[in-house]
């Protein structure tokens, strides 16, 4: 693939960038990576993946777009209230970038759909708002060696990793697993301040591009939290835990399957 | 005994476990959370047999995203 005269100008400001260059920005274009959930993570990610000329996009989101969302949900506008959250990111991100081939998956993230899903592509960007899909994307991703940007955002604070599954340490070496329904406040309880889901999604994003650029360190290995009333980032150090259920040395997870608790904001995402 | 946990010094009292540890912190819920010492994540199984050295490295690490609130 060679870009076209209007590519080089589009891309240019990332073009002029050595780690880029035009076979970077032709490597962007071959890619395809996937969103779980269209939702405060999931919109300030794909909006500058889209506009960073990533080819191909997946958007998985069962939800539609809810009043209470418009606060961090940058995507989507007043007038999507109603929508589904798939159409309504898909139309924005094809108004900024027409080389952004989208792919919608009105579908929750299950055991059942999401290995066929995830194995499409070369990178996910774990966006969901729930424990049971994180843990999900956590195993799929390992099963089918797709590398993966975790994170989680509440209140003021933010926590994220990046995952190369078989290589660095997975949530669970970290998580054991998901905690029981009802005990951990979700943002539609406890609040969220909208640009933190801003900060840690446009972060997430900068993950995805490094890593499809071959370019950097990653975030493995290294747990990122992100204290936004001190305005401090700090880093734990994780290593690959021989004990993990899923990746360690016996490891006791060696099928798909769903975890047991309800995702924690049902009712906010319904 | 001084500890640093999450990144700041910290004076303990009489905790001498890593049970006896997050109960002298008040951590809300220590099912909730996972515990690293000195760079390695125990099993909760074992919080109440590992004990505590002068200067012990401990991070007591949340779940979040959805999120658990902070304390």
Redesign the interface.
Same mark, same amino acid.
């Given at each position: 693939m060679s870009l076209t005269e209007q590519q080089i100008e589009r891309y240019s400001r990332q073009i002029i960038l050595k780690e880029v260059g035009g076979p970077g920005q032709e490597k962007l274009l071959a890619s395809k990576v996937l969103i779980v959930g269209a939702g405060g993570l999931g919109s300030p990610a794909a909006l500058y993946l889209a506009a960073a000329g990533v080819g191909t996009l997946g958007i998985i989101d069962y939800d539609n777009v809810d009043l209470t969302n418009l606060q961090r949900q940058v995507i989507h506008n007043t007038s999507d209230v109603g929508r589904e959250k798939v159409a309504s990111a898909a139309e924005k991100i094809k108004a900024i970038n027409p080389d952004v081939t989208v792919q919608t998956y009105r579908e929750r993230a299950a055991a059942a759909n999401i290995r066929e899903i995830i194995k499409k592509h070369d990178f996910v960007l774990d966006g969901t708002d729930n424990f049971p899909s994180k843990f999900l994307i956590n195993d799929v991703c390992y099963f089918e060696k797709v590398p993966f940007s975790h994170a989680g955002i509440l209140r003021f604070d933010g926590q994220m990793i990046t995952v190369l599954p078989g290589q660095t340490a997975c949530y669970r070496c970290v998580f054991d697993k998901p905690p029981p329904a009802g005990l951990v406040p979700s943002c539609s309880q406890a609040g969220v301040l909208g640009p933190l889901a801003g900060v840690i999604g446009c972060l997430q994003a900068t993950e995805v591009l490094k890593y499809l650029l071959g370019v950097g360190e990653l975030l493995t290995d290294r747990l990122l939290i992100f204290d936004g009333l001190g305005l401090q980032f700090r880093e734990v150090k994780v290593t690959r835990n021989p004990d993990c259920r899923l990746c360690g040395q016996e490891p006791s997870i060696t099928e798909l399957a769903d975890e047991e608790q309800a995702a924690c904001d049902l009712k906010a995402s319904q | 005994m001084k500890l640093i946990i999450?990144?700041k010094d910290v004076e303990t009292d009489e905790a001498h476990t890593v049970t006896e540890l997050l109960k002298e912190q008040k951590v809300k819920?220590p099912? &909730?959370v996972?515990v690293?010492l000195n760079?390695?994540?125990l099993?909760?199984e074992t919080f109440a047999s590992t004990g505590l050295n002068e200067g012990d490295k401990v991070?007591f690490?949340?779940? &979040?995203?959805?999120?658990?609130?902070?304390d």
């Open positions: - | 999450n990144g819920w099912d &909730m996972s690293e760079g390695t994540i099993k909760r991070e690490l949340y779940f &979040m995203g959805g999120g658990r609130e902070s």
